[in-house]
Each structure stands twice: as structure tokens, then as C-alpha cells.
């Protein structure tokens, strides 16, 4: 199994998951997926699933990140 690869989605290169002892650490390669940056999944496919939803809520590669609401 490969220690690492690159996160894609919506045709966007997203960054890299690397394995860990208890999973897989993202680093963003796209500023755009900088909130997920560091975090650590158990599962590659729920880092994948996490990078492919925030993926959709981004517009077109190139267009700057929408502003996300903010919960009081």
C-alpha cells in the first residue's frame, strides 16, 4: 500500500495525504483547501470525501474560495 498520494477532485489537485500511525494527514497544495490542512482521517476514503465536498462548494479552479457563513 502507498504511504502517499495526491488528492484530487472536481478536477482540482487538492494536496497530498500521507500515512500515519491511525491514518492519513492531509497537506493542501491549493489554498483553497487550506482548512483541511493537517487534519488526520482513519480512512483514505473519508479524507477523499471530506476533499470532494469541499471541492463542490468551491466555484470553477481559478475563482477565488465563497465565503463561508459563520455560526454564532
Known sequence: MLN???????????G?????????????????FRR???QIF???????RKVRELAQSLGRPGEPERPQPVLT
Open 42 to 48: 482513519r480512512k483514505a476514503r473519508t479524507l477523499a
Open 16 to 32: 497530498v495525504a500521507v500515512r500515519i500511525p491511525g491514518g492519513f494527514r492531509f497537506f493542501h497544495s491549493d489554498p483553497r
Open 36 to 38: 483541511l490542512d493537517g
Open 4 to 14: 502517499h498520494f495526491v488528492v484530487e477532485a472536481n478536477k482540482i489537485t487538492a
